[in-house]
């Protein structure tokens, strides 16, 4: 019942747009209808285009962002807790912070070609700073006293460091990556649109140019689909890794 | 056979050697000075030419208004801050740094917040190197000790003060330290749940007697707890007096036996100034 209730305004929305281009309120070219979409998203899957260029797409994301995640979180957490390496690093994180990440799309195809490694190049640089900003503020806020006990208790320097820095920092942290997985996609998308060989939004960008609008729709939603599957399957594993917290 | 048994406890030097060990200082505090340095504003004198002896299984109390540097004094022995000026030694070694000898408990509890009431109790005992089964054992007993049977998967957050005070001291006896410093730590319940834990922890020092340094500017707590009392001065601290503070507490009624009363009379006066000049200088 309350799935129902959730899912009625996009049911809802999902008539408007059929009717709206049914009616002719729209042109086809503008709109084309929700079901013209669907069957050409139905074709692009049957075809298996839809799985290879969603295949590389994933595969850029999955990399940029897993490293991105893997670096930002040692690197946060190494800013937060030895002070030369803040003293050393957070004018470069402060500078590259409001920086327009898209901006660096035509760098790293210069520096890493057409291919993967440019558009993991990319996600990897952009989704660096939020994790990293995340793991930097919640170890900066881990309790003094934590630290202490943890120490009186027999735990080195480095097995604090794991016991109580990285559970102290984990809810920041987790919000960090939350933004990092939404700007992967962005990331991901504006890179294929405008040099690529293959990934969905080389496939949004050339279907469109070639006025297949329906396919193109069809490729549209794909994206926004899985952006919100990955978001909500994303905090779901959030919510069970803060379970402690009320 | 029974000869060499009897040479042995007969040989004086070793015997007298031991019971001095005994009856000497397990904590020596000699000179400790201390300047706070805060990451911005002025430098503060917090600790000036402290000198005390602590001797094992006895309970002390550091009794002193708020910013004396009580709980500065407290964080030097447990080795969390570096003792720069003076010299502390237990057992005779100089402190260098946090150790399992020393545990401690905390105002606010410092538990864990990511961890069950069993796995906060767990974690000093996986330092120790017990078999698994001889941890859970062990952390089980503590926790029926402490009374939080039936909580053991709680996590900090669902339990009220006491009970997380209770996981804590559970958790820093569980690893069996010799000396424990404690840091206001019935500061931050009520009233009642905050006399309770006193009797609870007089009573749990005189079943495990381990040396107890406690952090309080509550005089009736340290002459109800403390075996002597250090009171200490307004900031810059430095102590004041140490007072023998051992009388019969098995009364019932205590807060009402006039020897009590007057304990906390003679003390309160020689705090009472201080917490005054306290008063003057937050000003």
């Known amino acids: 019942m309350l799935a129902l209730s959730r899912a009625l305004p996009l049911i809802l929305q999902a008539v408007a747009w059929e009717l709206a281009s049914r009616l002719e309120l729209v042109s086809a070219s503008v709109l084309p209808s929700l079901s013209d979409v669907l069957a050409s998203w139905w074709e692009m899957l049957r075809s298996g285009e839809l799985i290879v260029n969603g295949a590389s797409s994933l595969y850029r994301t ?17 800013m937060a807790w030895w002070k030369p390496i803040n003293a050393l690093l957070s004018p470069v994180v402060e500078a590259f912070y409001p920086m327009p990440k898209s901006a660096l ?18 996600i990897f640089m952009g989704c660096m700073v939020p994790v990293t900003i995340g793991a930097f503020n919640g170890a900066r806020g881990a309790d003094q006293a934590l630290v202490w006990s943890a120490r009186s208790m027999g735990a080195s320097r480095l097995r604090m460091l794991w016991d109580v820095v990285v559970p102290s920092a984990m809810p920041e942290l987790l919000n960090g990556i939350r933004t990092a997985l939404a700007l992967s996609f962005i990331l991901l998308v504006s890179s294929e649109l405008i040099v690529a060989r293959e990934g969905l939004g080389y496939l949004i960008g050339y279907l469109g140019a070639n006025g297949s609008y329906d396919a193109m729709f069809a490729v549209v939603l794909t994206v926004a689909f899985l952006g919100f599957a990955a978001d909500r399957a994303y905090q779901a594993f959030m919510q069970r890794m803060l379970l402690w917290r009320e | 056979m029974g000869d060499d048994h009897g040479a042995t406890a007969g040989w004086r030097p070793q015997s007298v050697l031991s019971m001095a060990m005994n009856g000497a200082a397990q904590i020596v ?25 602590v001797r094992r299984r006895e309970f002390v109390a550091l009794l002193g208004p708020s910013g004396c540097g009580k709980s500065t004094l407290l964080y030097l022995i447990g080795g969390f801050l570096p003792t720069v000026d003076g010299t502390i030694a237990v057992e005779g070694r100089p402190v260098a740094g946090p150790g399992p000898d020393r545990g401690i408990v905390f105002q606010h509890f410092a538990l864990f917040p990511w961890k069950t009431v069993r796995s906060n109790i767990l974690y000093g005992l996986e330092k120790v190197g017990l078999e698994r089964a001889e941890r859970e054992k062990r952390a089980q007993a503590f926790i029926d000790m402490v009374g939080l049977s039936g909580f053991e998967d709680s996590y900090p957050s669902q339990l009220s003060g006491g009970m997380k005070q209770r996981t804590a001291i559970a958790r820093t006896l569980a690893f069996d330290p010799n000396i424990l410093l404690m840091d206001e730590p019935f500061g931050a319940l009520d009233a009642q749940t ?13 079943r495990s007697r381990k ?24 900031r810059p601290g430095h102590i004041k007096a140490v007072l023998d ?39």
């Open chain 1, 62 to 78: 999955a990399a940029g962002l897993g490293s991105a995640v893997a670096f930002g979180i040692v690197l946060g957490i190494a």
């Open chain 1, 105 to 122: 799309i035509p760098v790293t195809v210069i520096w890493l070609g057409f291919g993967d490694g440019s558009k993991i190049l990319l």
């Open chain 2, 29 to 53: 505090i000699n000179r400790v000075s201390h300047v706070y340095r805060p990451p911005r504003g002025r430098e503060v004198l917090a600790l000036q030419d402290v000198s005390l002896e």
């Open chain 2, 194 to 206: 905050r006399s309770l834990m006193q009797e609870e922890l007089l009573s749990i020092w005189q």
């Open chain 2, 211 to 234: 040396t107890v340094i406690f952090v309080t500017h509550d005089v009736q707590e340290a002459v109800y707890l403390a075996d002597r009392i250090a009171v200490m001065s307004a």
């Open chain 2, 245 to 283: 503070n051992r009388f019969d507490k098995s009364d019932p009624h205590i807060h009402k036996n006039q020897v009590f009363i007057d304990k906390v009379d003679e003390i309160w006066e020689l705090v009472k100034t201080e917490a005054i000049k306290a008063q003057g200088e937050r000003r």
